[in-house]
């Protein structure tokens, strides 16, 4: 068990901890200061220095030790994200107060084009929310927020989640649960690091089983697998059956829901 359940979790998923649905996690000042300055310093600052590292790393294909080494330990500190599948979300989305649709601030900040795949969610009658600057996105205060409700998120989660997109869970200083989003390893700003050897975001409390009897071998799942988790292996007869190396699965759900023969589970 990884310390952010062990400090959080009271020994189970940290995430499902009802001490961590509290609303005086809203009251603390550090917490409140991070969210107004979220939008600017940590999504804008970031794909800033993300671009550079991308730089870095495609003209030497590797970062240096050193500063892989402080960007790993820097994200297990703070624990800013992880991934979620479906059914975690649902449970998350049930205790929510209040669920709001917002812009994508990754994408926002890659290439000014707004996507409305970032659920906001808050668990007391005071939304944490209303501190963010929406100027960030050219919008007033008030601007740039869809009310649903839980159920209407997860569906909507769940055509995402058709088209391809991963769900992550967001913390505003873990362990405030601030927000779900949807996107892909391509945009968003913590699985981005991946494609350099770095592993930044957290990975999900699952990994992807394959049940061989019911596997025909079609390869959907590792056309949709973002983390290089699936391939295919020639069984006697000349077919071939899905494989998982359980080291690169993030347990994201998205080969699970792409399975025609349902033969993916998360365990």
Not at 27 to 51: H, M, P
Not at 207 to 224: I, K
């Given at each position: 068990?990884c ?26 000042l ?5 969210v107004?300055?979220?939008l600017?310093?940590t999504i804008g600052e970031g794909i ?9 790393f ?6 240096p ?14 624990h800013?994200?992880?991934?979620v599948?479906?059914?975690d979300v ?35 009658a005071?939304?944490?929310y ?9 919008k007033?205060?008030?601007e740039g927020?869809?009310?649903?409700s839980?159920?209407?998120a997860?569906?909507?989660m769940e055509?995402?989640?058709e ?7 967001w913390?505003?200083?873990?362990p ?7 996107c892909?390893?391509?945009e968003?700003?913590g699985?981005?690091?991946?494609a350099?050897n ?5 990975r ?11 596997c025909n071998?079609c390869?959907?799942?590792e ?14 007869g000349g077919?071939?059956?899905a494989?998982i190396?359980p ?13 025609p ?5 998360l365990?």
């Amino acid at each position: 068990m990884c310390d952010l359940c062990t400090k959080h979790g009271d020994g189970a998923i940290w995430y499902k901890n009802a001490k961590n649905y509290a609303n005086d996690l809203m009251s603390d000042l550090v917490r409140r200061q991070y969210v107004q300055n979220f939008l600017e310093s940590t999504i804008g600052e970031g794909i800033s220095a993300l671009g550079r590292l991308e730089t870095i790393f495609g003209k030497k294909k590797k970062l240096p030790d050193r500063l892989v080494t402080a960007m790993v330990s820097k994200a297990k500190e703070e624990h800013f994200g992880q991934v979620v599948p479906i059914e975690d979300v649902s449970t998350i989305m049930e205790k929510a107060a209040s669920v709001v649709r917002m812009p994508c601030a990754c994408r926002w900040a890659a290439d000014k084009k707004e996507k409305r795949c970032c659920y906001s969610v808050s668990y007391s009658a005071e939304n944490w929310y209303q501190d963010l600057d929406m100027s960030y996105f050219g919008k007033t205060p008030d601007e740039g927020f869809e009310i649903l409700s839980g159920a209407e998120a997860v569906a909507q989660m769940e055509s995402l989640e058709e088209e391809g997109a991963i769900h992550t869970i967001w913390t505003m200083v873990t362990p405030f649960i601030g927000a779900i989003c949807n996107c892909t390893s391509h945009e968003c700003l913590g699985l981005r690091t991946l494609a350099m050897n770095v592993e930044t975001l957290s990975r999900g409390e699952y990994v992807a089983q394959v049940n061989h009897t019911l596997c025909n071998g079609c390869g959907l799942c590792e056309q949709v697998c973002q983390f290089s988790a699936l391939s295919s292996q020639v069984v006697d007869g000349g077919g071939s059956v899905a494989m998982i190396t359980p080291q690169r699965c993030y347990g994201c759900g998205l080969c699970r829901k792409h399975c025609p023969q349902g033969a993916i589970t998360l365990v």
